[in-house]
């Protein structure tokens, strides 16, 4: 089964993400950085769902670059999902394969986003 | 407390009151002076009436002596007769000189036993002169030597009657003719009443003796031998009256106020003066050893010339207008000396201020040499580098800075010293501690008159602070807006997903409250991007990253979103580019802002029906767009704050609850920073035109931190 890590600090977007994908996707949430970087080393998902605005010594713009220095990692697509203005130029330059503002979506987008990011990975 | 300034104004006021004084002083000296002087003047002119008058009397006495010895150098001679006596004194001229003035007499020596012997001669000398034939001698006297005048010369009738007059009978007239007899010159006699000779005369006078001797050798002679040679005398008679009369010649002064008494002795003369005035003066003179006082009286009536008489008035009246106008320079030089030193007082003070100021302000504030040798220093220079002024002062700037790259000082040296013109920048220095700080610097080359370099002046102050604070406000900015966002991003999800039947199928009613949640939420979601992008402008912050745009690809994807997005009911939207317009240099989201923000207010405000067209053109240098709806415009009233923030206009809200009144406030705020301009024409009911124009050159290029929403 595809696994999903999801770096995100809110609950309630935790549980609408755990809604939408839990029968989908092999799931595994981390609410901050650091741990989501763990995971992301250890567990070694499929792709990554990253929000910037975290909790913690890392936020999600350091998670990213540490990700893309990860040489199994390399290929993952990392698909940031982030309130925070200003935000898509910078992932783009650090590495992400996809950017999205949460207000502008809404999780039917995002699982078409994230179907289509795996489909070109394979 | 005696202060300098005290002192100062003491010295000035002793120096004032002594200098008028002394000027008091020279005027009152110059007036006396001047008094004086006329005053000798009048003595003077004064003197020289008197002087003359005596001269007069000295002239006419010399006169008179003169004619006696002219007469006894004829006697000397021969003896002559009254025919020839005549003759002599006719053709002297006497008369015309002093008329009636004086009397001449010869008087013989007779011994009395001679006596008749003497008349019978006379009588036969003068045989032919009927007056001589009653000639006699008178009065009688016992006098053993008679002298009677044999022959006279005069005008006066009183006179007239002498003839054989005995003189020795006189004893004034005899006293005269010893005393002549002794010294062998004239001598005069005291003063002689006719009155004891003649009692119908009251005549008083002098008569002058002169002895004749039969040779001119008697003079060598001793006295006794002389006397032996004596033949006769001449006399003469003067009038007391008449010899001082008649004396006062026309001169400088009013002679008319001018009386004198002549006093002989005691005896009065000659009486001239009616009143004794203040004026008097008296003169001793002497006639022929005798002594004559005489007393001169006479008014200040004196006349001298106009300037002459009125100068101690004109000395007076200059004293007074030299002391105004030395008042006056005085008190205008103390008016301007105090003017001067409030002026000074207030530039001291100012001075002060201004240094104080410079002191006092936050920023660093040096000032240097042209080599850049740091001689001023303010307060803040010391706190915000750390060094203190004595360690700053005589170093250069680089004490504390040095850690930009070579070619950036290179660059502020040749724009100060060369270009002489001021610098600006930002830089990084490094405070004694060696914490580095971020500064702002303002440095002016300050020149003089020549154009040459005097000073630096620099200004220097430390935004690390400033910069930090911005830094804070731009995350702040983000985080907000982020922190906003989150719950708002849960409702939607939740709320898509619910509508989509995630969770179990609605019943109408129940989507259609559900629609309602997400349409508010969706406004929410606009308002925080609206405030964002607009605190986001407003702070400038935004970057305009201009790129070669398609104007009419940019319209044509606005239009196909907003007829997507707004399209609950598809409008058609109308798009004409004029043909041939280039590629333009702009930042392609921002005008994407403004189109999408008019297009959408033209769909919001339109009925189901009109036309919504957009058109672009090229006008001059500006690229001019222009977006016409035929929607419910602008009430004429409210036309004026359209483009205020939160504004809405009233028919606006009553026909759509949504909006945020920040759209045209941001598009305005966007054309403008893009170097355009925005203005609409509407008519309410009738639709309303936006234009906005943007320069053909395109955007210029700007940093910034964040980009729109």
Redesign the interface.
């Known amino acids: 089964m595809t696994k999903l890590l999801i770096i995100e600090d ?1 609950a ?2 935790n549980e ?1 993400y755990k ?2 994908f839990e029968e989908i996707y092999e799931l595994r949430f981390e609410t901050d950085g650091e741990k989501g970087l763990k995971a992301a080393t250890t567990w070694e998902p499929d792709l990554v769902l990253l929000d910037i ?1 975290l909790p913690g010594r890392l936020n999600g713009l350091d998670v990213l670059q540490q990700i893309r220095k990860e040489v199994k990692l390399a290929k993952t697509p990392v698909f940031v999902v ?5 935000a898509e ?1 910078r992932v783009m330059q650090l590495g992400a394969t996809k950017c999205c ?3 502008d979506v ?3 987008k995002v699982a078409e986003d994230i179907e289509h990011l795996l489909a070109n990975v394979s | 407390m005696i202060t300098e300034d005290n002192r100062n104004k003491f010295r000035r006021a002793f120096l004032g009151v002594v200098t008028s004084v002394l000027i008091v002083l020279v005027i009152f000296l110059a007036w006396r002076y001047v008094s004086i002087t006329e005053e000798e003047q009048r003595n003077k002119a004064y003197e020289k009436e008197v002087s003359g008058v005596i001269d007069n009397i000295e002239t006419r006495l010399a006169f008179m002596v003169e004619t006696l010895y002219h007469v006894r150098g004829l006697l000397s001679l021969e003896e002559i007769d009254s025919q020839r006596w005549r003759e002599y004194f006719l053709s002297a001229g006497i008369e015309d000189r002093y008329p009636d003035y004086f009397s001449f007499a010869q008087v013989d020596i007779v011994e009395r036993s001679d006596l008749d012997k003497y008349i019978e001669a006379v009588k036969i000398e003068e045989k032919g002169n009927q007056e001589y034939q009653s000639f006699f001698v008178f009065p009688k006297t016992d006098n053993e030597q008679l002298y009677p005048i044999r022959l006279l010369h005069t005008f006066d009738s009183d006179i007239g009657l002498l003839y054989g007059y005995d003189v020795g009978s006189s004893a004034s007239v005899s006293d005269a003719v010893a005393e002549s007899m002794r010294t062998g010159g004239p001598s005069i006699s005291s003063l002689t009443n006719l009155k004891l000779i003649i009692p119908s005369s009251d005549k008083t006078g002098y008569v002058i003796a002169l002895p004749v001797y039969s040779s001119s050798s008697a003079f060598e002679l001793p006295l006794e031998q002389r006397n032996r040679l004596l033949t006769k005398f001449i006399g003469a008679w003067v009038d007391g009256d008449k010899l001082f009369s008649d004396m006062v010649i026309a001169g400088d002064i009013d002679n008319t106020s001018l009386d004198f008494d002549v006093l002989d002795g005691e005896v009065v003369v000659k009486k001239g003066i009616d009143e004794v005035t203040e004026r008097n003066y008296e003169k001793e003179i002497r006639l022929l050893n005798r002594k004559f006082r005489i007393l001169f009286s006479g008014s200040e009536k004196m006349k001298l010339p106009f300037l002459q008489e009125n100068l101690p008035l004109f000395t007076i009246i200059i004293g007074v207008i030299v002391m105004a106008m030395w008042y006056w320079t005085l008190i205008s030089i103390l008016t301007s000396r105090k003017r001067a030193e409030e002026l000074a007082n207030i530039a001291t003070k100012d001075l002060k201020k201004f240094k104080m100021a410079v002191e006092g302000v936050s920023d660093h504030v040096i000032i240097t040499d042209p080599e850049g040798v740091v001689i001023f220093a303010n307060k803040a220079a010391s706190r915000i580098t750390g060094y203190s002024d004595k360690e700053i002062l005589g170093q250069k700037p680089s004490l504390w800075g040095g850690q930009m790259p070579v070619s950036f000082y290179k660059k502020m040296w040749k724009v100060i010293k060369v270009d002489k013109k001021p610098f600006y920048g930002q830089l990084t220095n490094r405070r004694k501690s060696g914490d580095l700080y971020e500064a702002e610097v303002n440095l002016s080359p300050i020149l003089n008159d020549k154009g040459d370099l005097i000073y630096f002046v620099g200004i220097e102050r430390d935004i690390t602070r400033a910069k930090s604070l911005d830094r804070m406000k731009t995350e702040f900015i983000s985080l907000a807006s982020h922190q906003l966002r989150t719950p708002l991003s849960a409702v939607k999800w939740f709320g898509r997903m619910l509508l989509a039947g995630d969770a179990g199928k609605l019943t109408t009613l129940q989507k259609e409250y559900l629609r309602k949640i997400i349409t508010s939420n969706e406004r929410e979601i606009q308002l925080v991007n609206s405030l964002l992008n607009i605190s986001r402008i407003e702070s400038g912050k935004i970057a305009i990253v201009p790129k070669q745009t398609n104007i009419e690809d940019l319209i044509k994807s606005v239009v196909s979103d907003v007829e997507i997005s707004e399209g609950k009911k598809i409008r058609k939207i109308e798009v004409s580019v004029e043909e041939g317009i280039p590629l333009l240099n702009v930042d392609p989201d921002l005008i994407r802002h403004v189109y999408m923000n008019l297009l959408t207010n033209s769909i919001r405000y339109s009925g189901d029906g009109g036309l919504i067209k957009v058109t672009v053109g090229i006008k001059g240098s500006k690229l001019i767009s222009e977006v016409k709806d035929e929607g419910i415009g602008i009430p004429a009233g409210e036309q004026g704050r359209i483009f205020e923030r939160f504004f809405r206009a009233a028919n606006a809200m009553k026909r759509e609850t949504e909006g945020t009144g920040l759209g045209l406030y941001l598009v305005k705020t966007i054309v403008e920073s893009s170097g355009g301009r925005i203005w609409f024409k509407s008519k309410e009911g009738k639709g309303t035109t936006f234009y906005f124009t943007l320069p053909l050159t395109g955007m210029k290029e700007k940093k910034g931190e964040v980009t729109l929403t």
């Not at chain 1, 982030?82 to 200003?86: A, K, S, V």
């Open positions: 809110d309630l977007l609408a809604k939408k605005f982030t309130n925070l203005p200003d130029d503002m949460k207000t809404d999780l039917n």
